[in-house]
């Protein structure tokens, strides 16, 4: 099922066994990444095969890290919709302007995703139990994949986290802890509860599934353009990992020799209130320092400082791409234009794209003859 060989930190080069539960590289501080047989897969397997399977994120499995389908915990995740957005196409001066919703995932986010690969993954391993700080959609997503699989979950989440996450999670049968803080403090109380219960921690890059699952975000959308890559994609960023795992899944695609033409051009969008990557982007840094005092409406996006910042960072300068902040009154509008006029009630991260992507076209950066997509990546009834 999956041609997964070992896992390998991104800065050093030292090499894991993946046949092991592994978190992260402590002496480099770095998220571990997936590698697989790219020759292997070539030989093997048939592209357009995996378009005549059954939908899903699971018909990309060569390229997911589970070995054993009987250990995949699945709800349905992928294949989320790409949209032609010609009302906002047209309004910015973007005519190929394309919406994928994520928000027609389980649990209403993209996190589905990232938590299928992740408990799978750790199910194959013998894990049962698992602990995660969330912002709220990792939390939901945790919590239905574990009940789903007949696994425990506990979840740190901030105290003034929207009242629906908090009320999914404990549906779902997991043990919530509510925190006085922002996300950083509910991950170091989840660190040593990992540390002394013996659970396992699935925070954002601290073990190295979860960005595998985002990763196929990036595959389906080769797939939807006709095996070629658009030309921006602007995505909405707290930790990162959707726009780290596309950018892998981008290489991984050329390598396969399944994609033609350039990669796109990354947009990372952040809220005004909490724009780490933003400012250390425009500094020409290689890291992020912590934003003081986060503060925005997009639970998602209150990330003080992204784990992965130095892969987030590399990814932007390597596709000559961008980084942007707007405000919350800017994603509420353009939340409200989605849902009026392209038919998608975006969570503010999402409508966070549409913004940027207005003053994008507004500085000159994009122009009107690009194919530019905007990634909502969550269902907007999250926030009533």
């Known amino acids: 099922m999956s041609f997964i060989t070992h896992l390998a930190c991104p800065e050093c080069g030292q090499t894991f066994d993946a046949g092991k539960i592994q978190t992260f ?30 939908r899903g994120m699971w018909r990309w499995c060569e390229v997911l890290p589970v070995g054993d389908p009987a250990c995949v915990i699945t709800l349905g995740e992928g294949d989320g919709a790409l949209l032609h957005a010609r009302a906002s196409g047209a309004e910015i001066g973007v005519p190929g ?18 938590m299928a690969a992740a408990v799978s993954k750790a199910n194959e391993l013998g894990v049962r139990e698992f602990v995660a700080p969330t912002a709220g959609n990792a939390g939901g997503a945790l919590a239905a994949y574990a009940a789903r699989g007949g696994l425990r979950a506990h979840i740190f989440m901030p105290k003034d986290a929207p009242a629906v996450n908090v009320a999914e999670c404990r549906a779902a049968g997991a043990e919530v802890i509510l925190v006085d803080g922002l996300i950083d403090a509910a991950g170091r109380l989840a660190a040593d509860k990992a ?9 954002t ?10 990763k196929i975000m990036g595959c389906e ?46 947009v990372s969008v952040q809220a005004s209130g909490c724009a780490p990557v933003v400012r250390a982007f425009e500094s020409g840094a290689e890291t992020c320092e912590s934003w003081p005092n986060a503060a925005t409406r997009a639970s998602g996006l209150r990330v003080p400082r992204p784990f992965a910042d130095r ?9 000559k791409g961008t980084a942007i902040a707007v405000s919350d009154e800017e994603m509420i509008e353009a939340a409200h234009w ?47």
Not at 97 to 114: Q, V, Y
Not at 205 to 214: D, L, M, Q, T, V
């Open 97 to 114: 302007l394309f919406i994928k919703d994520e928000g027609t995932n389980p649990t209403g986010s993209f996190k589905a995703r990232g």
């Open 205 to 214: 890059f601290k073990e190295p599934y979860r960005a595998e699952g985002k």
């Open 195 to 203: 540390a002394s219960e013996g659970w396992l921690d699935v925070s």
């Open 311 to 319: 892969l987030i960072l590399r990814a932007l300068r390597e596709s």
């Open 25 to 54: 590289h402590v002496e480099c501080q770095s998220p571990l990444l997936a590698r697989y047989d790219v020759g292997a897969i070539r030989a093997k397997v048939d592209r357009d095969e995996i378009t005549r399977r059954p």
């Open 338 to 384: 989605l849902a009026a006029r392209e038919g998608v009630f975006a969570a503010p991260e999402g409508a966070a794209t549409l913004a940027a992507a207005r003053k994008l076209k507004a500085s000159g950066w994009l122009n009107g003859d690009e194919r530019v997509v905007l990634f909502n990546t969550g269902n907007g009834l999250k926030y009533l």
């Open 221 to 266: 959308i080769a797939e939807g353009f006709g095996w070629q890559l658009p030309d921006v994609i602007i995505y909405p960023t707290g930790g990162g990992t959707g726009l780290v795992g596309m950018w892998k899944a981008f290489e991984e695609l050329e390598r396969l020799g399944w994609v033609s033409g350039s990669r796109p051009r990354m």
